[in-house]
Nanobody
Framework: QVQLLESGGGLVQAGGSLRLSCTAS????????MGWFRQAPGKEREFVSA????????NYAEAVKGRFIISKSNAKNTLYLQMNNLKPEDTAVYYC????????????WGQGTQVTVSS
C-alpha cells in the first residue's frame, strides 16, 4: 500500500506561480511512475504531467507544456510540480498519482489540493 499527500495549492493571480508537492509513504519499491492530474468543476479529470521513478523522463499535457515543470526527489519520496505563468483555466483540484510496475494505469491517488487562479 502507498499513501500520497499533496500540498502547496492555493489562490494566485494570473501570471503567478505555485509549487505543488506530493509526499509518498508506504511500500515504494514497486513504483514505476508518478504523475499529476487535475479536475476542474464540471469537467473530467485530465492528465497534467508524469515522470518515471527511475530516471528523469517526463511528459506533459499540451495545455501546460512550457509552463509547468515536473520533478522528484527519490530520496525524499516526493514529487513536485512547478507551475509558472498560471492561467484562470488552470483552476482545478490537482491530484498526485502513482503507478506501480505491475499495473497498466495509475492506481494510488492523493486527496487533492485546490489551485485557484484569479484573472
Amino acid at each position: 500500500q502507498v499513501q500520497l499527500l499533496e500540498s502547496g495549492g492555493g489562490l494566485v493571480q494570473a501570471g503567478g506561480s505555485l509549487r505543488l508537492s506530493c509526499t509518498a509513504s508506504g511500500h515504494m519499491s514497486m513504483t514505476a511512475a508518478m504523475g499529476w492530474f487535475r479536475q476542474a468543476p464540471g469537467k473530467e479529470r485530465e492528465f497534467v504531467s508524469a515522470i518515471t521513478w527511475i530516471g528523469a523522463g517526463g511528459n506533459y499535457a499540451e495545455a501546460v507544456k512550457g509552463r509547468f515543470i515536473i520533478s522528484k526527489s527519490n530520496a525524499k519520496n516526493t514529487l513536485y510540480l512547478q507551475m509558472n505563468n498560471l492561467k484562470p483555466e488552470d483552476t482545478a483540484v490537482y491530484y498526485c498519482a502513482l503507478r506501480t510496475s505491475t499495473a497498466d494505469d495509475f492506481e494510488y491517488w492523493g486527496q487533492g489540493t485546490q489551485v485557484t487562479v484569479s484573472s
